[in-house]
């Protein structure tokens, strides 16, 4: 069994700065790529970023200069900085990732989300 926990978000003023972290924990071989995908009321889920194992990264263009993407392989955690968060930032976010189990296996997995409010 995998199981990706985040941790992070909140509320959070205009032009104010949050970060998330996302771990994956369980049966585990490798992590090709790990990222974050955020759903507003009413919309679609949308990626944010994503991150390769070797680094590479993308952003959506609504976030870029804004947030920055990074991981820890050793400790199969990924991270999401957002600085000058706008209330269109609002918005429940994701972590997602592609996993290698112990058995060769593969399989892309969800966290259960977790709450970004940016308001006055």
């Known amino acids: 069994q995998v199981q990706l926990v985040e941790s992070g978000g909140g509320l959070v003023q205009p032009g104010g700065s949050l970060s998330l972290s996302c771990a994956a924990s369980g049966s585990i071989f490798s992590i090709n790529v790990m990222g974050w995908y955020r759903q507003a009321p009413g919309k679609e889920r949308e990626s944010v970023a994503t991150?390769?194992?070797?680094?590479?990264?993308n952003y959506a263009d609504s976030v870029k200069g804004r947030f920055t993407i990074s991981r820890d392989n050793a400790k199969n955690t990924v991270y999401l900085r957002m600085n000058s968060l706008k209330p269109e930032d609002t918005a429940v976010y994701y972590c997602?990732?592609?996993?290698?189990?112990?058995?060769?296996?593969?399989?892309?997995?969800w966290g259960r989300g977790t709450q970004v409010t940016v308001a006055s």
């Open positions: 991150i390769t194992w070797g680094g590479t990264i």
């Open positions: 997602n990732a592609q996993i290698v189990g112990r058995t060769l296996d593969t399989g892309l997995y």
